[in-house]
């Protein structure tokens, strides 16, 4: 508890006492802080302790501010030295350890966090990629950390260490990280062009692929073999063979395999694999192949029987051939089975290999079906030491290594090699008495010079020891044998001379005991008298006879006869007329021996003098393999005699010499340069050569002017380096010899060797190639020369040997280019870069720089130079700040004009511009420049120009040098440190520049200001918290410190501001966007003195309103500004400096009202935008325009369309800007039909042709429209929305805009686009009745809680679903959409918790559409499929009923307690709209009684069913199922209680006493349950009609179920209710409607009261029946004329019925004249099952006889005239009739009328 109250004491005071030695430590296991002033911590957090008191410990985690420091146990960390980098509020703690090391552990914490969003991104690739590459710098780092690494190792391991960060970095878009040897360099801490080439280095390192490797490895495991027919031993040899030449490229490699086909030592893997070493690219070819013989070792023929003898003989088995290109694309790591093939013929073998390739399957066969061999090949690539480094396993378990036949395209020095390879290529063999060929073996042995035998110098191949002998395969039966085997002899070089090689020849017996006769015996020598080896080549070797008992022990007696036949002297005719011979192929690689006379000729030149001279003209001839093998015998020869007869041989040994330096430079030779260097330095001992090396060079360079033929000149010039190094070094050693004696006179011969080389330099008439080939090597002789001169003598030597050169060259000699190589390697010299020799050779530089940048020539090595230059120390000294000073005056200005003129070239195409390296050397070293020059250097600078003139051009081009350097395209993305560096630099300059800063270059300067400090490099808010902290704690945030130089700037204009409003209101807005709290707070105050002056100079600010809005829209809309903007431009809140809020201010000024208008405008303007925004922004269905996150795009399109309506009408209403609107009209067009929400784009698009005229007034050229006139953009508008919809098939709406533009053709006479324009709208009307249209469904969402967006939050909106989505889809794309979402289970109004939870909450149910045009439905014969459109089209209303029980509820007819809540949601917008949501704006809650809603419901059962019975009489309906299912549904519940159940609950007599009021509703129930029984009667009729046979017994059950339904109401078949009772309920309910009605409103019920009082129930299918009314004389005195058409009576007696009803009605006392009006009346006689039409025309047959005599007084009947019989008035009335709608324009109307009484 002591500790614990100490530490609270620290931290209440704030007393912080820092242990002694400061520490940083890493946690190991998690820590919660839960105890009071706990630190919460997590594993690997980074903490740096401040106390530490008794086991618990006080500090602060690095990534946090000090303030937030805590407590923890200190046995959770693990202590890390480090030091404390500028103590104090930003500090940094750097760990004392290895750079690398903490450069992967903080890689590795960035790639964590990346690596996770790569799984969620399902980017699933590059995650495993990525996560074995973690593991790998993890293995890594532990190997480094342990430290038991080698320094070789280590090396190699930070290596890869980096390579795999700079991987990971380059495919996670991180940031490029320079680095020099391994670890991270700080741009502070050296010069910016340095920064730049580590860091272009490293990106062309990355970006450009590995050059591919010029040396080749082929890398071969022998598995096994295998075979069925396998019993004996097996030697397998491997080589490379190439099928142009014909002739083997490497030695063999070899494998003994056993009688299983394994490996005979599978213990040795060197015996198995090999690596066949030191292939070239060429090799690499389709006509390479790997060649593998195999030999049989066992018995002469493979079917002998075993016990015939043992001796055993290596015979032909098999060979195999692969090429090596097919292994460049198949898989390397998989094992290959090669194919064996065995020859015809024995005396093919030597060339089956070759049969093979050449495909003669002729002479081979498969050696077996399932013979092959398992191998494993691989190609490898680069040199061999790296191979050891890269496959280290390989080369440590052991592999033989496979030698190429000579020396590979790169000889390097100190290789040591000395092969003899021999080939036994064929024999030539006498029979010897013998009835059959022999079956001949030969022995090969190597002999010394004693005749001893050489143990194991002959190897058959690599990959098996050599052995003592070497026995050949034996062809069967064969004197002419062609065996092609190739054997290597390694004989040491001691041991060549005198040795021999022997070769045996014996006869191999097939009898019993299988002897081996010896017959004859060849031999050849090894070196020849003159100290040369055997010659390469073919040697025909003549076989010397011998007994089978000869002894050859004593090889003396044999090596004194000749050994081939091109030796034998001319009188020896009887070896030469043998026929007998042996053909050999010999071929030496040695590096040293030769078989070159003249090389030892040259190097034995004291035992033949006389030889020197042509030994030496010879040379030139020699082979330059040769001479480098005996490169140091060769230079210690030529020095020899130089120094002994100079005089004599000095020039020759002079081109000699010559001749071998320039041998060097050929790139086979080149990495013998090093072993000459090293002879130079450690075994050059001509101490007197200097002399005469001197007076050579010398008399060559005088002589350059002259000369006609200047090759042998250039190639003395070429060799210039290495002479002055043989000369300075002769030098030194004669000056250590003789204590420098004749010092004056060397330097005198070197300043005149100068002198000739400068006039030669000052020559123009003459070539410039010798002087282009000493410019090349003129500065690798300055470290040669400062060994022996001063530093000042040698910068002298180079300044007068540059200055010497003519200035004036044209521009196109290729001199110039080698003049500036010259100086670019000059400057990059040691000798540069001494202070003391730099200011010499400074001025001759700047002044070749110069002249070539204003000529803008050769640029890519003035960048060079350039670079070379600014490469200054960090820390200035007195000399550097002169030598600053002279380049600034030289080169500055001719620097900045070079950027621009390299940035105004056209850029080449591609997806990211990546800056050319001279570009980027420009900037580089002007960036250098700048931060070398002082204050005193600027202060120069400025003072420098005369005229203000001069000073503002010279400004206006800084500043526009400095925009291009910010430009994002400048550095490619990922140098972010290049970026860093270069606004560094900027940031601090714009003060310097400030104060000379005119009101000409004002606009400029806040240009540069504000594009600076919306870089986005600067924007810290979109990095990682790690590199926010690192850029935070290096540079600070410097756009603050830009933004209050604006502010400063601003202040300093004065009366001046005025010149920069209203155009620098947008940049400066667009500042104030970029979410910085402190750079906001310095900017807003801005625009108060812009209202300000503006206020003062118009008396209004209506310019810094328009352009502040209009700025505004298009940056929100870029998605800058957020929630923190808004309310810091409207709140009270202190801002920077002395300036309140900008709103409290404008409350200051007598302009207030104005301003605070305008801050009002611009809040509401910002609050729409953000909520525009807010959908694509997050992750949730209001981001709908972040498409890839989007899985529903289509559906939630509409939210933000929600969102999009309100700033439209914003922009529409309250700024009265109608470009801005119709900007988003366009952009919401777009969102609908990326949505395919067709008919809401329709909408869209029609609200900008609304705002159209049809006149010819011109527009401009706006968004995608071209400049056309008025009328044309709104047709072109008219046919595009008519066409989409038409896509959304809303034809209806697309009919009208067709009749508009049909109207206008026709105005213009323009018949052929009205002709179309008619058919267009004739296929809408076809597509209305053929085509179908889905239904769709309709939602009401309740979006509550405070987590939703304040948009949405608490409000309801009702959405326009898509087509086939039902609620259950609805409801679960929402939940997906808003996965914290909580779904509603009840539609209750939520209570107050619910609206202020901190959560999410969706109510959603579905809700039935309030149609607005009810007269198109309930006009009877109007099709369904345009009834359907007015169903589900304009709809405001929508309805949503909650059945529920009033009272107590009855369990045996819940009927009487069922209560309906009715709520009818009233929209801000019909639907379809703009959008598919729209809020509701009104809602309305009624409560429906049970008898009103048993009314309504049996209502539109009886709808229902009267459209099926007419669909299924019309033929509409394929299927008769729906109709059966609803009669079915109707009798079924009826006959269970369903219509019982209303008379139970309504019928009776306690309620009609309870409920008084409710008399005419009961009535009215009863007479639909009446009207019900009646349809369904019908309904069965024509379902008896149509019902197919199967559903026969289910038609008797319904037709069953019906009679008992009847029967339970009351109803009995056959009968009705008398005329007379009839007539008087039905007079009585019409008297009663009369007298109710009070006003015109009441008569629209009159066709309803129509249908159910006069009309029978039967007879009210489908009536065409209007009512009219009107007043007369002011009193209420109603005229109505009721027409009745097209009714269909089923029987007479409904007829009868009818009639009754209308006799009656017209005897009641109805006020006023009621009139009937009847035609197309039809019933149907149920006993001849005829159709009549009765009160009508075209009756099928005599009309029945109580017509005649109908009883109605004032029965007319009257015929129309024919359309010809009438006069053209009468015409024109019935073609205007037949144009009304609703009306039919022919047919016999019966009359019948009757008077008031």
Not at 1302 to 1321: F, I, T
Not at 1632 to 1659: G, M, Q, R, V, Y
Request: hydrophobic fraction near 40%.
């Amino acid at each position: 508890m002591s500790s614990l109250s100490t530490h609270r004491h620290l931290v209440n005071t704030g007393s912080l006492c820092l242990s002694p030695a400061e520490s940083q430590s890493f946690l190991l296991v998690s820590f919660r802080g839960t105890v009071q002033h706990g630190l919460p911590l997590e594993i690997g957090d980074t903490v740096q302790i401040l106390e530490k008191c008794e086991g618990e410990v006080y500090a602060s985690v690095h990534d946090r501010p000090l303030s937030m420091g805590g407590i923890f146990p200190s046995c959770y960390i693990h202590l890390k030295n480090a030091h404390v980098k500028n103590k104090g509020q930003f500090e940094t703690v750097i760990p004392v350890e290895d750079s690398v090391i903490t450069e992967m552990t903080s890689t590795l914490r960035d790639w964590g966090a990346m690596w996770k969003q790569l799984y969620v991104k399902n980017e699933g690739d590059l995650f495993h990629r990525l996560w074995h590459v973690m593991n790998e710098i993890l293995d890594l780092r532990r190997q480094v950390l342990v430290g038991h690494l080698t320094h070789d190792r280590m090396r190699d391991v930070k290596q890869h260490i980096t390579a795999r960060l700079d991987w990971g970095n380059e495919q996670l878009g991180l940031d490029l990280v320079p680095r020099r040897e391994f670890s991270m360099v700080d741009p502070d801490e050296i010069s910016v062009t340095e920064l730049y080439k580590l860091v272009s280095g490293l990106a062309v390192l990355q970006s450009e692929t590995a050059a591919p490797a010029s040396t080749h490895h082929l890398f071969v495991h022998v598995k096994s073999l295998m075979s069925a027919n396998l019993g004996e031993e097996l030697e397998v040899f491997f080589h490379i063979y190439d099928g142009r030449e014909n002739r083997p490229l490497s030695e063999r490699f070899f494998v003994r395999l056993n009688k299983s086909g394994l490996p005979k030592s599978p213990e040795k893997t060197e015996r198995q694999c090999t690596l066949f070493v030191d292939l070239g690219s060429s090799d690499l070819r389709k006509d390479v192949y790997i060649v593998v013989h195999f030999i049989r070792i066992g018995r002469m023929g493979a079917g002998e029987k075993k016990n015939l003898c043992s001796v055993q003989y290596r015979r032909p088995f098999g060979c195999a051939v692969v090429s090596i290109a097919d292994l460049l694309t198949a898989d390397s790591k998989d094992d290959h089975l090669l194919k064996v093939y065995a020859c015809n013929t024995e005396s093919e073998w030597h060339q089956i290999h070759e049969n093979i390739i050449k495909k003669a399957n002729s002479r081979y066969n498969l050696s077996g079906s399932n013979t092959g061999l398992a191998v494993a090949l691989q190609l490898l690539h680069g040199d061999i030491e790296q191979l050891r480094r890269e496959y280290m396993v390989l080369f440590t378990r052991g592999v033989s290594i496979t030698r190429k036949l000579g020396f590979s395209d790169i000889i390097m020095p100190g290789e040591m090699r000395n092969d003899l390879y021999i080939t036994l290529e064929k024999g030539e063999f006498e029979k010897g008495g013998k009835s059959v060929a022999r079956n001949v073996e030969i022995t090969v042995y190597v002999l010394d010079i004693d005749g001893q035998i050489l143990k194991s110098h002959v190897a058959a191949g690599s990959g098996e020891p050599g052995g003592d002998e070497y026995h050949s395969l034996v062809l069967y039966h064969n004197n002419s044998p062609r065996w092609a085997e190739q054997i290597k002899l390694p004989i040491p070089v001691d041991m060549f001379r005198g040795s021999h090689v022997r070769f045996e020849f014996r006869h191999c017996s097939t009898k019993d005991k299988g002897e081996k006769k010896l017959f004859g015996y060849s031999f050849v020598p090894l070196m020849q008298e003159d100290g040369r080896t055997l010659p390469d080549g073919t040697h025909e070797l003549i076989i010397h006879k011998c007994e089978e008992n000869t002894s050859l022990a004593d090889c003396s007696r044999y090596l004194k006869l000749p050994f081939t036949k091109a030796n034998l002297p001319s009188n020896n005719q009887t070896l030469k007329g043998t026929k007998e011979s042996f053909w050999i192929t010999s071929f030496l690689c040695s590096t040293k021996l030769t078989q070159n006379g003249d090389m030892l000729d040259l190097l034995k030149w004291r035992a033949h003098p006389e030889r020197i001279n042509d030994s030496l003209s010879k040379l030139k001839e020699i082979d330059g393999s040769e001479i480098v093998k005996f490169l140091q015998d060769t230079l210690d020869t030529l020095f020899g005699i130089l120094d002994e007869s100079s005089q004599r041989y000095g020039l020759k040994v002079f081109d000699s010499l010559v001749h071998i330096i320039n041998l060097l430079q050929d790139s086979k030779f080149q990495h013998f340069k090093p072993v000459m260097d090293t002879y130079i330095e450690s075994h050059f001992a001509g101490a007197l050569s200097y002399r005469d090396l001197i007076k050579v060079l010398k008399w060559y360079v005088d002589r350059i002017v002259d000369a006609e033929h200047q090759e042998h000149i250039q190639q003395v010039l070429k060799a210039s380096e290495y002479i002055f190094k043989y000369i300075i070094q002769s030098r030194r050693l004669f000056s250590l010899a003789t204590g420098g004696q004749n010092e004056e006179e060397f330097r005198v011969c070197i300043h005149e060797l100068f002198m000739s080389i400068r006039f030669f330099l000052s020559q123009e008439n003459k070539g410039t190639s010798p002087v282009a080939v000493f410019l090349r090597t003129f500065p690798a002789i300055y470290s040669e020369l400062l060994k022996i001169f001063t530093i000042r003598e040698v910068a002298g030597f180079v300044r007068e040997t540059l200055g010497s050169l003519p200035a004036a060259i044209h521009a196109d000699c290729p001199l110039e280019a080698v003049k500036l190589q010259c100086i670019a390697k000059t400057v990059e010299s040691q000798l540069y870069i001494n202070p003391e020799s730099r200011c010499i050779l400074l001025p001759v530089v700047l002044r070749v720089l110069q002249a070539h940048m204003q000529e803008q020539r050769d640029l890519v090595m003035c960048a060079r130079i350039l670079t070379s230059i600014g490469c200054f120390p960090v820390v200035q000294e007195p000399v550097v700040s002169e030598e600053v000073e002279l380049i600034v005056e030289s080169l500055l200005g001719v620097l900045l004009r070079t950027i621009l003129e390299i940035s105004n070239r056209p850029q080449p195409a591609g997806p990211a511009m990546r800056l050319q390296f001279q570009d980027g050397e420009f900037v580089a070293c002007l960036l250098a420049l700048l931060r070398q020059m002082s204050d005193r250097h600027y202060q120069q600078l400025l003072q420098a120009f005369s005229s203000k003139d001069d000073l503002r051009d010279y400004l206006l081009h800084i500043f526009t040098v400095f925009r291009i350097l910010i430009r994002p395209e400048m550095f490619p993305k990922d140098w972010t440190v290049m970026r860093l560096v270069t606004n560094n630099k900027i940031c601090p300059l714009l003060p310097e520049f400030s104060a000379a800063v005119t009101s000409q270059v004002w606009d400029s300067y806040f240009y540069l200001s504000v594009i600076f400090i919306n870089q986005p490099c600067l924007q810290l808010e979109s990095f990682s918290p790690s590199k926010r902290k690192k850029i935070l704690e290096k540079y600070g945030d410097m756009r603050v410190m830009m933004g209050c130089e604006i502010f400063s700037m601003w202040q300093n204009l004065g009366e001046h501001k005025l010149n920069f409003i209203p155009a620098m209101i947008g940049p400066f807005l667009e500042v104030t966007l970029v979410p910085q709290p402190d750079l906001r707070n310095v900017m807003i105050p801005i625009f108060h003195d812009m209202m300000d002056w503006e206020q003062r100079r118009s008396g209004n600010f209506k310019q810094v309103e328009a352009k502040l809005i209009d700025k505004l829209d298009s940056l929100m809309s870029e998605g800058k500004g957020d929630e923190t903007y808004r309310e810091l431009f409207n709140s009270i809140i202190p801002l920077f400096g002395p300036y309140p809020s900008l709103l409290k201010k404008i409350e200051r000024e007598t302009w207030r009202e104005s301003g605070i208008s305008l801050i009002a405008t611009v809040t509401r303007l910002m609050e729409r935008l953000l909520d525009y925004r807010k959908p694509a922004s997050k992750n949730t269905q209001l981001h709908l325009f972040a498409v890839e996150q989007l899985c529903t795009l289509k559906h939630f399109m509409s939210l933000t369309l929600a969102v999009r309506s309100p700033c439209q009408n914003f922009y529409k209403t309250e700024l009265n800007k109608e470009e801005m609107y119709i900007r988003y009209i366009h952009k919401l067009y777009d969102l609908h039909l990326k949505a395919q929400n067709y008919t809401e784009a329709s909408y869209t698009l029609l609200l900008y042709d609304e705002l159209l005229e049809w006149s010819d007034r011109p527009l401009r050229e706006f968004l995608n429209y071209p400049m056309q006139s008025e009328w044309q953009r709104k047709e072109y508008l008219h046919l595009t929305i008519v066409q989409n919809f038409d896509r959304g098939k809303c034809w209806e709406n697309g009919i009208i805009l067709c009749r508009e533009l049909a109207d206008q053709y026709e105005s213009y006479y323009d018949y052929r686009n009205l002709s179309k324009m008619r058919m267009m709208e004739a296929s809408l009307y076809d597509k209305i009745m053929d085509q179908q249209r889905l239904e769709p469904e309709f939602f009401r969402v309740g979006f509550y809680g405070k987590k939703f967006p304040f948009f949405l939050r608490n409000k309801e909106f009702v959405c326009r679903g898509h087509d086939y989505e039902r609620l259950e889809a609805f409801q679960q794309r929402m939940l997906n959409e808003f996965p914290h979402a909580i779904a509603m289970q009840h539609v209750n109004q939520p209570d107050q918790t619910i609206y202020q939870a901190d959560a999410q909450y969706l109510q959603i149910y579905a809700v039935t559409p309030i149609p607005e045009s009810q007269d198109v439905l309930q006009r009877d014969g109007v099709p369904d499929n345009i009834k359907s459109f007015y169903k589900f089209n304009h709809i405001w209303r929508f309805r949503y009923d909650r059945p529920f029980h009033k009272g107590t509820k009855d369990k045996e007819n819940e009927f009487k307690s069922l209560w309906v809540e009715r709520t009818t949601l009233t929209l801000v917008q019909s639907l379809p709209g703009i959008s598919r949501w729209f809020e509701v704006e009104k809602r309305e809650l009624v409560e429906v009684s049970p008898l009103e809603n048993a009314i309504e419901v049996i209502e539109n059962k009886n709808l229902q069913l009267r459209t099926l019975i007419t669909q299924c009489q019309s033929r509409q309906m394929q299927n008769i199922n729906p109709l059966t299912m609803c009669l079915n549904g109707v009798i079924d519940a009826a006959v269970n209680g369903g219509l019982a159940r209303y008379q139970e609950a309504f019928f009776v007599k306690d309620y009609m006493m309870n409920h008084p009021e409710d008399g005419e509703k009961i009535g009215r129930l009863r007479e639909l349950m009446f009207e019900q029984a009646h349809i369904l009667e019908y309904g069965l009729a024509v379902h008896e009609k149509f019902v197919p046979q199967d559903m026969r017994p289910l038609h008797k059950k319904l037709v069953d179920q019906f009679h008992l339904m009847k029967s339970s109401l009351g109803i009995q078949v056959g009968r009705r209710t008398t005329r007379k009772t009839a007539s008087r309920r039905t007079i009585f309910k019409y008297r009663t409607f009369c007298e109710s009605a009070t006003d015109s409103n009441s008569i629209l019920n009159k066709k309803n009261i129509a249908h159910s009082f006069l009309l029978p129930p039967s007879a009210s299918l489908c009536p065409n029946l209007t009512v009219a009314s009107e007043y007369h004389n002011g009193r209420r005195e109603l005229s109505d004329h009721i027409t009745v058409s097209g009714l269909l009576m089923p029987n007479f007696s409904d007829l009868f019925l009818f009639k009754a009803n209308l006799l009656f009605l017209a005897k009641s006392r109805a006020p006023g004249v009621v009139s009937f009006h009847c035609s197309s009346v039809l019933f149907r006689d149920s006993r001849r099952n005829q159709g009549r039409r009765i009160l009508g025309s075209s009756v099928n047959s005599s009309s029945p006889p109580f017509l005649k005599t109908s009883g109605v007084s004032g029965v007319r009947a009257r015929e129309p005239r024919a359309l010809h019989q009438r006069k053209p008035a009468d015409v024109q009335e019935l073609r205007a009739q037949h144009h009304q709608p609703g009306r039919r324009p022919h047919g016999v109307q019966a009359e019948v009328t009757t008077r008031s009484y």
